[in-house]
């Protein structure tokens, strides 16, 4: 049972993870983050999918944000971890609403499928996994081959040698945040089998830290079903004046 002081500090620490993984997307296309007190920003656009920026704390202010980003240019959007900003004076629009999630540490690792699960290791293996990720349409290089040193571990799952399902993992200071979460077909509960393959890996390399993430609609029900609690709301404000 998590506790209002524990769901508080890991909504924080998720939301920290989170600008952790989006920092690292950041810099492997040469874009330079930059944390401050109480968020995450980039003075230059980042790449599709990705925020400018990012609050870390309830206390982030709004203003501040949008003063740290290139509002001028198409696709600027914020993502109000706490769903407390109010960013539609400074020209953006509400793009999509989800919840934090977390799943305890030390819980036992849901049944998996049979399918072969594996961590990636070689720059030559991200486009096919890029491909299956953006629903079988050629990718344009979003992931770099730099984010296979850092902290953060690419997950995919195989079926007659084509990848059918993955994730990533990011490996943080108290938290493992996964995202990316993806399951090819039409079956009713590829995305169910998808949570359990992942938190089989994701637990065995990392037993001792919980796992966190945000999702929304039925990807949030498949994930409760595998384990996850909802812990808080986020928002994600696209600039559009």
């Known amino acids: 049972m998590i506790t209002d002081d524990e769901n508080s500090a890991l909504v924080r620490a998720a939301a920290r993870n989170n600008a952790e993984w989006c920092d690292a997307v950041c810099r492997a296309h040469g874009l330079a983050g930059e944390f401050g007190e109480g968020t995450w920003s980039s003075t230059r656009r980042t790449p599709p999918l990705y925020p400018d920026a990012v609050s870390l704390t309830p206390q982030a202010s709004a203003a501040d944000l949008a003063a740290r980003i290139d509002t001028a240019s198409p696709g600027c959007s914020v993502k109000d971890s706490f769903a407390c900003l109010d960013l539609e004076p400074l020209g953006f629009e509400v793009l999509f609403e989800a919840q934090w999630i977390c799943r305890e540490a030390g819980r036992t690792a849901p049944v998996t499928t049979a399918l072969r699960w594996e961590t990636l290791r070689s720059a030559a293996s991200l486009p096919a996994w890029e491909k299956a990720w953006n629903d079988g349409e050629e990718g344009n290089g979003l992931f770099r081959p730099e984010l296979l040193d850092g902290d953060s571990t690419f997950l995919a799952a195989r079926s007659e040698g084509r990848i059918v399902a993955g994730a990533i993992a990011t490996r943080g ?49 498949a994930a409760v079903r595998q384990g996850f609690t909802p812990i808080g709301p986020l928002r994600v404000w696209l600039h559009t004046a």
């Open 173 to 221: 200071a108290s938290v493992v945040g996964v995202s990316n979460l993806f399951a090819t077909g039409d079956a009713p509960d590829a995305e169910e089998s998808a949570w359990a393959g992942v938190l089989t890996e994701v637990t065995g390399l990392w037993p001792g830290l919980p796992v966190v993430g945000y999702e929304s609609g039925e990807s949030l029900d």
